[in-house]
């Protein structure tokens, strides 16, 4: 998930794998963080190589033990904080779309001409239910997704609930 390397001029960096314009296949400049303060490093894909960037482990090779030590402590403070602001970026997408799905519903309520009764209370000692929308076919997950208040169905981003449900006879 990440690459670890150093630079003369910046020190230590790391390459965030989850980060998509870091991915293979992409094209365009590399995004780095800088390992002492964090701030964010724009490369041009053809300098991520010596001697421009040394891969950690092979910078590492043949330097006291004490340095390689030391390099561990600021890799695992780094990365745990990198992953600590990727989780919070996650959250605030997730309600982000949460939102949304919430206003869609308000919407699709409204096209069929029903009343929105809000969103259900999320309580600890409800059933964990995963199934799929019967509109758009996207997964819905209760722990993820919120649940109507009239119908108690999973709301999916689409806006559909059991509201809006048309049982068809075959």
């Known amino acids: 998930m990440y690459w670890w390397g150093f630079n003369k001029t910046h020190g230590w960096v790391v390459l965030d794998r989850t980060i998509l314009s870091n991915q ?3 094209v365009g400049d590399l995004v780095f ?3 002492k303060d964090g701030e964010k490093l724009k490369v041009p894909r053809n300098q991520w190589s010596e001697p421009h960037f040394v891969f950690a482990p092979k910078y590492l090779s043949g330097r006291p033990k004490s340095e390689e030590d030391d ?3 600021l890799k695992n403070s780094v990365e745990l904080n990198l992953d600590s602001i990727r989780a919070e970026q996650i959250k605030e997408l997730l309600k982000q779309k949460e939102l949304q ?5 308000q919407d699709f309520l409204k096209s069929k001409g029903l009343p929105y009764r809000g969103v259900a209370n999320r309580s600890s000692n409800r059933t964990h239910r995963i199934t799929h929308c019967y509109s758009c076919k996207d997964s819905l997950d209760n722990e993820i997704q919120s649940e109507c208040a009239g119908c108690k169905w999973i709301i999916c ?6 509201c ?4 068809r006879s075959y």
């Open 33 to 35: 963080h800088r390992a």
């Open 101 to 105: 799905a919430i206003a869609n519903h």
């Open 71 to 73: 390099f561990e402590i």
């Open 24 to 26: 293979s296949g992409q």
């Open 164 to 167: 809006g449900y048309e049982r």
């Open 157 to 162: 981003e689409c806006g559909a609930c059991g």
